[in-house]
């Protein structure tokens, strides 16, 4: 990233997580060369700018709050305690099957309940890989995609990423490449993972994981 983005008007992370942790596992402060980067936390909701050091984050939804209180007692009444666990992201909730007995059977059969819980209190249910995180609506990774892209006033775009939630930001690159006579033109592509065939399907170019990934953004970078 600290060698392409020198070469492109700008680079942002966009993330399910807050914006302060997404900053910590990057190591993105004070990077030469990256002194622009922009970390759009829990889908856009909280922003990072490299140039200030600080995060900007509204306050957290009650629906959160009541959500997080009422949570255990939900899995428990359901039998999925176990091997299930909670991750506190502030602005959500998030439910992890991965560790269950059956994890893609636990992951369906929390996804009604966990739905009847988030509508009770304003929230949505956001499904991932072996994951269902309950949050605020009216934000997702394609709605953070397009505000950044107009607030840039961008000629094109690329987008990576390998999970459920990015294909908002799928869509979203898809309706800006349809816009006016030419569009913007923009590149999708998948950091491969057979959990998640809808990316690949829609994806323009797929590569195998995060390291083909690094590898194609330093190739780019050296393009350029």
């Known amino acids: 990233l600290a060698a392409l983005a020198p070469k492109v008007a700008a680079i942002a992370v966009i993330t399910g997580r807050p914006a302060g942790v997404a900053v910590r596992y990057g190591g993105f402060a004070g990077v030469p060369g990256l002194e622009h980067l922009v970390v759009l936390g829990h889908y856009g909701a909280e922003r990072w700018d490299a140039v ?7 306050a957290a939804h009650p629906g959160v709050t009541a959500v997080r209180a009422e949570l255990p007692g939900v899995l428990h009444e359901f039998g999925a305690w176990n091997g299930t666990w909670i991750e506190e992201k502030g602005q959500a909730v998030a439910v992890h099957t991965r560790r269950a007995q059956d994890p893609q059977a636990a992951f369906e059969s929390l996804r009604g309940p ?5 509508a009770k209190h304003g929230l949505i249910v956001e499904p991932g890989r072996l994951v ?6 009216g ?5 953070a995609l397009a505000g950044f892209v107009a607030e840039l006033d ?16 799928f869509a979203a690159v898809e309706k800006l490449r349809s816009e006016g006579p030419d569009g913007i033109p923009g590149l999708l592509v998948c950091s ?3 959990e998640v065939p809808e990316l690949t399907e829609r994806a323009d170019l797929s590569v195998p994981g995060p390291a083909a990934v690094v590898d194609f953004l330093a190739a780019l970078a050296e393009r350029l």
């Open 52 to 58: 200030t050091g600080t995060v900007h984050a509204p």
């Open 114 to 118: 966990l739905g009847e819980l988030a």
């Open 132 to 137: 269902l995180e309950l949050r605020p609506p």
């Open 139 to 143: 934000m997702d990774k394609g709605v």
């Open 154 to 169: 961008a000629e094109s775009v690329i987008y990576a990423g390998d999970d459920l939630g990015d294909l908002a930001a």
């Open 192 to 194: 491969g993972s057979a």
